[in-house]
């Protein structure tokens, strides 16, 4: 059974720091793309970042410099360290895991990230 398990969000200031995590199982980790994704009530899902099984990344430009997307294979986990949190960063982030082929894509439940004075 895959499981994609988020954590790390709350309440932040404007210009504070959020470390999410996105805890797998069920499928083989490594060889899966992991992305985030963040979705604001109204608004289409947008992607956050992206790392792949070789560890490249790639992000949005409004996350560019702000953001840090990281895994760690052993333990099946990906990461997004959040820095210099906006107002506009209040979402729902959510994880999502893609085969290499791209037949199979799973998510997470997401986890909620106010940034709010």
């Known amino acids: 059974q895959v499981r994609l398990v988020e954590s790390g969000g709350g309440l932040v200031q404007p210009g504070g720091s959020l470390r999410l995590s996105c805890a797998t199982s069920?499928?083989?980790?490594?060889?899966?793309?992991m992305s985030w994704y963040r979705q604001i009530p109204g608004k289409e899902r947008e992607l956050v970042a992206t790392?792949?099984?070789?560890?490249?990344?790639n992000y949005a430009d409004s996350m560019k410099g702000r953001f840090t997307i990281s895994r760690d294979n052993a333990k099946n986990t990906v990461y997004l360290q959040m820095n210099s949190l906006k107002l506009d960063d209040t979402a729902v982030y959510l994880c999502?895991?893609?085969?290499?082929?791209?037949?199979?894509?799973?998510w997470g439940q997401g986890t909620q990230v106010t940034v709010s004075s």
């Open positions: 999502n895991a893609r085969d290499p082929w791209g037949r199979y894509s799973y």
């Open positions: 069920g499928f083989t980790f490594s060889t899966y793309a």
């Open positions: 790392i792949t099984a070789f560890n490249d990344t």
